[in-house]
């Protein structure tokens, strides 16, 4: 299928070939039929995508101070690693879209094959032939509602939300500044509300369009800030605007100065909207489709699309007026020209028209020249591109076969980038081509087990970055596989330090203190259908004792508080005992990672291990792999570690030690 990307290391706007999304639980795969191109939000994308090293740090000085940390915490190279994948990507485009149901993912309700719908979300409702978008994030459209209109749903939910976070009243007298698309909704939004509305745009042109009058001072009861500019001007005019007691919403971007003593001797009230509505940056929401109770919060993101649906079915929004702008998909670049300002016209509405589109999840572009290593990659995330691939590349003997990621975007981005013969969206094709024998997973860990014990089941040689599993169930499934021919990510094992580690005698007393930080707020691994922390990253530490005391674990207690802050005591089989403390509430400047072992009259200290064992570790897989010789980590040690570590969350869960 065709789609619109950036690619963020030129700038570059282009259409590529992908292959098409796979329908994941919870969601639906659209045929888009026409999408928006948001001349705010995409212009400033798309500007950021083409401004230099410099230019994006400045822009976005919170990622700037990311890497400035990582560089302290990680070393020059695991940061470059990591800049590197960031900016060697593409990025799609594209948040608001309309089309048709072709098909239904597991769980989705109230939604079927046919029905004709509008989507949105960044990295859902994309400019392109085929999209797969989360329930919650998709309404039905009415049969009056043409496709192009519908396309609009996302941007008038903002529109609708400022309007609603402005309490706007029957009779009230409301403004708007600036009077681009969201604007113009707004304005339209408020008359349909009784409203009276004024407003306010540089461009004479845009006033005339919204049919409104500049205000006089003192005289509002709400004014709703949809400008773009970084300019603290629209907050003061908005002030001086406003009547004793009058509100003042921020829907667009701009300076957040407010300026006080104008609104203290008002005691106006002053709100920023957040985008489309409440669901917006909540991951249980919009991804795993738990809907907010209608009692408690009566307008969500999807009820706010529905609203506005509504409010163009029956005439009372016009979206088609705002339509200045059409372009089918083959000439979409050039809608980008449009809204830098590369055109002579005024720029409202810029509507992408889409033709038929077949469903092919797998893209070949070249045939495989077969090695002893014949590798398919499931998943290519952070460390996926900025760790394992490269290492795997630069193995001799690797034949890269296929990439599978959930979006073709990546997918084919990746192949291109490292050179792989196909790319696909399914990752079961992966498992069962009889060409590919090897297969690596680095998916997120809910995924793990069920594409482990699968490609097991097929012969594969599997590596599967940690966690192994998430539940007792899922271990026993791999296990049900009957194949031992697997190897878990614990690249610790393989740092240069613990060979000194392992040559102290036992029985041992060991500490490992890792000051892992918090993850930000909605970061993925804090989710809890993810695993959380401790099975996610704690079971690096947790194997590394094992790994050390070179016995079985057959005790563990484990507490803590928080989702980050656990404190595991383990004992094993020959006496040696260990504790791990992973915390997220240490000093930011404590390196992360202490380790320390002592027995026989000896101590060994690591601090901070800088090669953390990722090169050792899959030279020997990729050798293993190879050979069909034994793997680097016995079977059974994978095993045990994974249990003991599936016995922490129990711990922590009851309060009990739990024996092994």
Not at 30 to 43: D, I, L, M, P
Not at 220 to 241: K, Q, Y
Not at 518 to 545: I, K, M, N
Request: proline share 5%; glycine share 10%; with cysteine.
């Amino acid at each position: 299928m065709k789609q619109l990307v950036q690619d963020f290391a030129s700038g570059d706007i282009k259409l590529v070939e992908v292959p098409a999304p796979s329908v994941r639980p919870g969601m639906v795969l659209v045929r888009n039929a026409a999408s928006v191109v948001s001349a705010g939000t995409e212009r400033s994308t798309v500007a950021m995508g083409q401004a230099s090293l410099l230019g994006k740090a400045r822009m976005r000085p919170d990622l700037a101070r990311q890497v400035l940390k990582k560089l302290r915490t990680e070393g020059v190279g695991a940061t470059v690693r990591k800049v590197r994948a960031q900016l060697e990507s593409w990025k799609a485009l594209g948040y608001s879209s309309a089309g048709t149901i072709i098909e239904v993912g597991e769980g989705v309700e109230g939604l079927a094959v046919g029905d004709r719908v509008a989507c949105a979300g960044q990295d859902y409702a994309s400019h392109a032939e085929l999209v797969v978008v989360p329930q919650n994030l998709v309404v039905k459209l009415p049969d009056e509602v043409a496709f192009e209109h519908g396309a609009f749903a996302t941007l008038g939910a903002i529109a609708l939300h400022g309007v609603r976070q402005a309490r706007a009243q029957l009779g009230e007298q409301v403004a708007v500044i600036g009077l681009g698309l969201i604007g113009q909704l707004t304005v339209q939004i408020l008359r349909a509300a009784g409203c009276r509305v004024f407003g306010f745009d540089p461009r004479s042109e845009a006033m005339a369009r919204a049919g409104v009058a500049r205000p006089s001072a003192d005289s509002m009861d709400a004014v709703i800030i949809t400008a773009s500019t970084t300019s603290n001007e629209p907050l003061v005019t908005a002030g001086e605007w406003c009547r004793d007691r009058g509100r003042v919403v921020l829907v667009g971007v701009t300076g957040m100065e407010v300026p006080r003593d104008l609104y203290y001797r008002k005691e106006l009230e002053f709100c920023v909207s957040r985008s489309y509505g409440p669901g917006r940056y909540d991951p249980l929401y919009e991804e795993y489709g738990l809907d907010y109770p209608i009692g408690y919060v009566r307008w969500t993101e999807r009820r706010n699309m529905e609203a506005f649906v509504e409010l163009v079915a029956a005439g009372r929004v016009d979206v088609g007026s705002l339509i200045t702008h059409k372009f089918a998909l083959e000439d979409a670049p050039r809608a980008y020209e449009v809204i830098a300002g590369k055109s002579d016209q005024p720029v409202v509405g810029v509507v992408i028209r889409y033709g038929e589109a077949p469903v092919v999840r797998t893209k070949r572009v070249s045939q495989l020249s077969p090695g002893p290593a014949v590798l398919g990659m499931i998943g290519a995330g952070n460390y996926g591109q900025g760790v394992l691939l490269p290492l795997l590349k630069a193995q001799p003997g690797v034949a890269l076969a296929t990439v599978c990621t959930a979006t073709g975007v990546k997918a084919e981005k990746v192949r291109e980038k490292f050179g792989f013969a196909a790319s696909t969206t399914d990752w079961r094709s992966v498992v069962e081509d009889p060409q590919i024998n090897t297969v690596v997973v680095a998916t997120r860990h809910d995924m793990h087990a069920r594409i482990v014990a699968a490609a097991l089941r097929a012969g594969k040689t599997v590596f599967c970055e940690k966690p192994l599993c998430l539940s007792e169930e899922e271990l026993e499934e791999i296990l049900e596989a009957g194949s031992e021919r697997l190897m878990v990510g614990f690249n610790r094992r393989f740092a240069p330090f613990s060979a000194k580690v392992r040559a102290v005698s036992g029985p041992r007393v060991m500490w490992y203190r890792v000051n892992a930080g918090p993850l930000p707020v909605g970061h993925w691994a804090s989710d809890p259908t993810q695993g959380g922390r401790v099975l996610g990253e704690a079971c690096h530490f947790v194997d590394y004792l094992q790994f050390a005391a070179q016995a079985r674990p057959v005790h563990v207690f484990a507490q803590g508080f928080g989702a980050d802050n656990v404190q595991i005591a383990m004992r094993f089989a020959d006496g040696s005992v260990g504790v791990v403390d992973y915390f997220g509430v240490g000093d930011k400047e404590l390196p992360k990672e202490y380790f320390e072992v002592s027995g026989g009259g000896r101590t060994v200290q690591v601090e901070d291990f800088r090669d953390k064992g990722q090169g050792e570790m899959i030279r020997r897989f990729v050798e293993a792999a190879k050979s069909g010789g034994p793997m680097p980590v016995g079977f059974d040690e994978l095993v045990t570690s994974t249990r003991a570590t599936l016995a922490v969350v129990r711990s922590l869960q009851t309060g009990q030690a739990v024996m092994l």
